[in-house]
């Protein structure tokens, strides 16, 4: 059979075709006498991000996590000295835990210890005129007092 081949770009009708590549219009393959500086801008951003980056990098590593670690260092050091405080303020409420405990017995001995004038004189102004006492004694910090009453005539 028969095939339909149309090539448009030799048509001798067409308005800006005018021969085998003279007097062209449009632009011209090589690129002619075209700016550069996009492709320097290209570049110079190609350029700058990584280095940004990578002097970021450096100023952290180099400069910003030896003062953290001397700061870190510094911080530990307080904490050991109010660690080593803290300490020394248990044992003194300790001490003074047991202070307190040992001058409550002290006092729970005083309290429980009277003296026999005392218990004496006590007797003498709560007993009436005509009992005689015979005995008072005390055991196991209980008193026991035995008398007769005296009439007097």
Known sequence: MFSLDINFLNDPGRQDYTGAGKGRKGPQPGGGGGSYLPAILGALVGIALPAGVAGYWYYLNNIETPKLQARSSELDAQIAELQAKLKQAEEFNQQAAAIEADVAALSGV????????AILL??????????????ISESAGKL????????QT
Request: aromatic share 10%.
């Open 110 to 117: 005083f309290n429980k210890i009277r003296p026999w004038s």
């Open 122 to 135: 006590d007797f003498a102004q709560r007993t009436p005129a005509d009992v005689q006492l015979r005995s």
């Open 144 to 151: 026991t007092i035995s008398g007769v009453a005296v009439s």
